[in-house]
Nanobody
Framework: QVQLVESGGGSVQAGGSVRLSCAAS????????MSWFRQAPGKEREGVAT????????TYADSVKGRFTISQDITNNTVYLQMNSLKPEDTAMYYC?????????????????WGQGTQVTVSS
């Protein structure tokens, strides 16, 4: 099993920055791919960024490229999402996810383990 605990959400003004953290525990081989998803009210959950923990390759949704950065601290089993130049449309519940199949994906179905989420609210 894998456990994921997010932290770091909050309220920020447009143009500001927030860093989210995801502390992971459990079987390492089941979390080779770590990802951040988000879900706004009334919308489907969408993939934001994914990192392959072996080697550090990453992929991003077009909507966040150049503004968000996913990274990891292997020693502390933590994945981060640095979010800069935030926009009101980035407001959502952000979820950490882990998987070991599906490759460098942003598809919800490729991730088996999920955290409880942390809210990010961006005001204009």
């Amino acid at each position: 099993q894998v456990q994921l605990v997010e932290s770091g959400g909050g309220s920020v003004q447009a143009g500001g920055s927030v860093r989210l953290s995801c502390a992971a525990s459990g079987a390492t081989y089941r979390r080779n791919y770590m990802s951040w998803f988000r879900q706004a009210p009334g919308k489907e959950r969408e993939g934001v960024a994914t990192i392959y923990t072996i080697g550090g390759a990453t992929t991003y949704a077009d909507s966040v490229k150049g503004r968000f950065t996913i990274s990891q601290d292997i020693t502390n089993n933590t994945v981060y999402l640095q979010m800069n130049s935030l926009k009101p449309e980035d407001t959502a519940m952000y979820y950490c996810a882990a998987g070991f199949l599906g490759g460098l994906s942003l598809r919800r179905a490729d991730f088996r383990y999920w955290g409880q989420g942390t809210q990010v609210t961006v005001s204009s």
